[in-house]
């Protein structure tokens, strides 16, 4: 069966406001909402959520008949979704008389300030970065918030990262490593070590008031949704971003797009706001050329599903239309059946044992999979760092339960 919204979906804006909400409510019963509860966003009032659609696609509305709690609501359910600063931006531009109230429309521009802030702070780390990574010969590619902010949002203040993603070839890791560990930087995990086949990603945590720095090697381990050569073929075909007083390189908008579909909708349990807008700023930026490549490549490359439903998301918050011939899904090109078989699981828990079953498929080798089996039950202390609660080598043991504690429930 076809996962996917309706076949018949058209990306036209929708104008009638019961309606537009009606229809975002649908959708993220397939893609859920982050929050203290699942969709817990979606449980404001109506006049809440029509006056966040209208802050989100900067056309300004009065907001009437507001208690002091609905305000208070209205922003608390915000905040995890990491999407005030460009509230702000968006209202400070409008009449009082649109504008909530002083000690709302105060907290948002003091969002907009911090995020200005840790922007700059973001800036001299990337620049700082760059120039050793230039000297060492080291090809990088920025992608997702970072990368975003800086090329396609209207002030990086507007679009909030707490870490910077990077794609690196696999033979330029263990020179990146040390660079970064020299640099202070330091990594409990070094899952590279452990098995660059297995694992796709490791994380190096900032020495000071900086982001965290996240190493990808592979688009995906998991699943080999993509083709082996899918991120050689992204390292040809990069973008260069003139930014300021440096430049960087981030995937183009073809694979950019396809990249966030598959995180944002494939790989998460929720989405959150700034995701969603990422998409939003991101899907214009095509050409028509590009519209006619990924109609196909998404097909080829099993995130046509996931593409569609970001694309609905996106255009159904944002009020950004789909160009006039690719807003009609059924036209597209039909899911894979790969796609489709995975597809029905990503949203539930049996995804994580899914994901386990493909992988000890995938290795070859008899002690490749008693090494992978027993690592996934017992991995090095690295890996614990999320379920450490102390220094103490006595909490190792207290890790391990709490790690087997918490997969209880994806099985």
Known sequence: MLYVISSSYSGISINDPDELIDSIKKVHTKVPLTGKKTNELLALKDKQLQYLIAAIRNTPQIPENWSEDEWKEWLATLIPHRILSLLALHISTWEEKFRPPDFIYSRLIKEFHQAAIKSVLIDHQLLNLSS??????????????????????????????????????????????????????????????????????????????????????????????????????????????????FNFFTFNPINHLEYLAFHHIFQHDSMTFDWIMDIAYLFPKLTIEDWKIITKKSAMDNVRISLELALIIASLWSGVSLPENYNNFSNWPVPSQKEQKI???????????MSFIHIIHALKNRNDKISHIYYYIFPPKGLLYKYRKSDSILDIPCAYIRRWISFIKYF
């Open 343 to 353: 597809m029905t699981f990503a949203k539930n828990h049996s995804i994580y044992l």
């Open 132 to 245: 050793i990574f230039e000297k060492e010969k080291i090809e990088v590619i920025i992608v997702k918030g970072v990368a975003l902010a800086r090329s396609i949002y209207p002030d990086t203040a507007t679009r909030i990262s707490c870490d910077i993603d990077l794609f690196v070839q696999p033979e330029n890791i263990k020179n990146l490593e040390n660079i970064l560990e020299n640099l202070g930087y330091r990594c409990p995990e070094h899952t590279f070590d452990i098995s660059p086949d297995i694992f796709q990603e490791e994380v190096f945590f900032t020495p000071k008031n900086m982001a965290n720095i996240d190493i990808h090697w592979s688009i995906d381990r998991n699943f080999s949704l993509f083709d082996q050569d899918w991120l050689d073929k992204a390292f040809i075909s990069k973008q260069l971003i003139q930014y300021n007083n």
